[in-house]
């Protein structure tokens, strides 16, 4: 089992929809999550960071359950820009434990 | 602010070549740092991460090798490329700051070896 788990996709939605990725973690030591997006063939962003129950950030929401060990990330009205990877990453032991990410396009 | 610098920005090197790629980081101390791949299509993959000048740790054997020769910059080497080593090269600095963490990932070097 990976340790850092994430539906591949792609997510096809339409500009304004609300979508919701998931991710699941196996190391309960973890202590940290983020959220990072990557543009093709562009390194990795930060887009948020998760360090107890959740945290908002304009239409970006993420919620961590520990006792359910998984993360999701919330876009609310998506933009035709928020067309990316999005990786979910655990961060535990000083190393940050990559998902392979979620594709998300955003149609007109 | 912290700024990773990688070079170079592509490279297209034949089997059997050696590689150097070169990370140096601005606007931080004793920062830790990190090498990942990221294959066509797949997810990054930790190389080596190092807390110190010196010290390196290898997450998984390959023809790679990785140096800390100062505080703030980090080398990836290899002495004979392999195809499967064509990939999206990152480096990445993580610095702590009590129980908050803040990644930041340089540029990347874009490998293809023929």
């Known amino acids: 089992r990976k340790e850092v788990e994430q539906d591949p996709g792609p997510f096809n939605v339409p500009e304004g929809a609300t979508v919701a990725f998931n991710c699941t973690y196996s190391?309960?030591?973890?202590?940290?999550f983020f959220w990072y997006r990557q543009d093709c063939r562009k390194e990795p962003k930060l887009l948020m960071s998760?360090?107890?129950s959740g945290n908002e950030d304009g239409r970006f929401t993420a919620q961590l359950n520990r006792a359910s060990q998984y993360i999701s990330l919330l876009i609310r009205d998506s933009k035709l820009s928020d067309s990316a990877t999005y990786l979910c990453v655990g961060f535990g032991g000083g190393k940050l434990i990559f998902g392979q990410g979620t594709e998300l396009s955003v149609k007109p | 602010s912290q700024t990773i610098h990688q070079w170079p920005a592509t490279l297209v090197q034949p089997v059997g070549s050696p590689l150097s790629l070169e990370c140096t980081v601005e606007g931080t101390s004793n920062p830790n740092l990190y090498w990942y791949r990221q294959a066509a299509g797949r997810g990054l993959q930790l190389l080596f991460y190092?807390?110190?000048?010196?010290?390196i740790s290898s997450e998984v054997p390959q023809n790679l090798s990785a140096s800390r020769p100062q505080d703030r910059q980090f080398i990836l080497s290899s002495k004979k490329l392999l195809l499967s080593d064509s990939g999206f090269y990152l480096c990445?600095?993580?610095?702590?700051?009590?129980?908050?963490?803040?990644?930041?990932f340089g540029p990347g070097t874009r490998l293809t070896v023929t």
């Open positions: 190391n309960s030591a973890s202590q940290s």
């Open positions: 998760v360090y107890s």
């Open positions: 190092s807390v110190g000048i010196g010290q």
């Open positions: 990445a600095c993580v610095r702590s700051s009590g129980l908050n963490y803040e990644q930041y």
